[in-house]
């Protein structure tokens, strides 16, 4: 479309369009199978290009344990998983991202999520998790807000107790 002055312009309804056309073209696209199981582990979390989408699941390389983010319903990249079960199968109790081999590996241990503070997260409204108090010795349940906070965050007593005790 053009104005008075021969000056090409999209009008907002047509870039809407577009921007949707493109959104459902990256949507559609998906990412690459191409990469081993080692390299989507150790791929940083994206959240993705679109609004509203499921909890899901990506393997977090620095603390050695799969979380939960939420998805926004396309884009991102392949360490992005439906259930944890998938994502652990994929990613196992992998402990050391992949490292130039003249760099020594640096390794976290899981008991240092236990001594991080409770960060319920950003968000409003989430379910209820338990994290270990380290003041007190035990896994306590707080709410959760959903999205965020740190990894001393798990699904239940048995997942606080199990890594924290």
């Known amino acids: 479309m053009a104005n ?6 999209i009008s907002p309804r047509a870039l809407s369009s577009r921007r949707m056309y493109l959104v459902g073209l990256i949507c559609t696209m998906g990412v690459g199978t191409a990469e081993k ?3 989507i582990c150790a791929l940083p979390l994206e959240q993705g290009l679109c609004a509203g989408g499921p909890q899901r699941w990506y393997y977090d390389m620095k603390l050695g344990v799969c979380r939960e983010f939420h998805y926004s319903g396309c884009g991102g990249n392949a360490n992005n998983f439906e259930t944890p079960q998938s994502c652990q199968r994929a990613c196992g109790e992998k402990k050391t991202p992949s490292r130039p081999s003249n760099k020594p590996p640096v390794i976290v241990p899981k008991s240092l999520m ?11 409204g989430g379910p ?3 994290y270990f108090d380290i003041k007190r010795g035990s896994c306590r349940e707080f709410a959760y807000s959903g999205c965020g906070g740190n990894a001393n965050n798990f699904i239940s007593f048995k997942a606080c107790k199990k890594v924290c005790y």
Not at 4 to 9: A, E, K, V
């Open 4 to 9: 008075r002055s021969g000056t090409q312009f």
């Open 37 to 39: 199981a080692d390299d």
């Open 114 to 124: 236990c001594t991080l503070p409770l960060d319920r997260g950003p968000c409003a």
């Open 128 to 130: 209820q998790r338990w």
